[in-house]
């Protein structure tokens, strides 16, 4: 695959951490896939939210470590709240480790706002987003059932899209704001939401 690194993308479990859970180990296991079929590096840089006991990122990492992926192929941090916040980071991640390719992969609900956020800030050209089903056909027995036991049942995928048609609305409310301005206001609103109290 021509990519230099994965980035798995966060999930807030607070509202249905079961299968919150269930989504971030197929993100991990469609990384460690893609992994395998030589993407050199996988990203998280979700903190701890509001309602969970330990970061994204660090809940990723042990999913990784368990579909086999190595510490030195994990790149991690415990930053973000958002979106928009994980797309301006991603930024800054991909520039010092010298990538120029990204892949993205997130829920098949949260793919086009997902697009928008990181192809504003990182560029078009340089990220690609896709949900774990798209890599199924790379992955391992064990890759493969976390795959299928993620996928998002019609009803909740309802839910969820109702939050990203939200969240997308909001955007555009804000939208005639300098871009700096509107990004620092999409953070801090993640931030507010989201931040453990």
Known sequence: ??????????KELRRDPGRGCAELRARAAAASAV??????????LEARLRGQAEAGSSLVATFLREFGVPEAAMHLQTVTHSTREEAVVVLDVVEQLGCRRLLAITASYHVQRARLCLAQVVG???IAVHPPQAFV????DLEHDAIVAGEVSPDAHAIEA?????????ELLVRPLPTSLRWQLEIWA??????PR
């Open 1 to 10: 695959m021509r990519f230099d690194a994965v980035l798995v993308l966060g």
């Open 190 to 195: 993640g931030r507010c939401l989201r931040s």
């Open 162 to 170: 109702r939050v990203e048609a939200t969240l997308t609305n909001l």
């Open 124 to 126: 078009a050209e340089r």
């Open 137 to 140: 056909q790379h992955a391992s």
């Open 35 to 44: 992994h395998r079929a030589g993407v050199p590096l996988v990203l998280s």
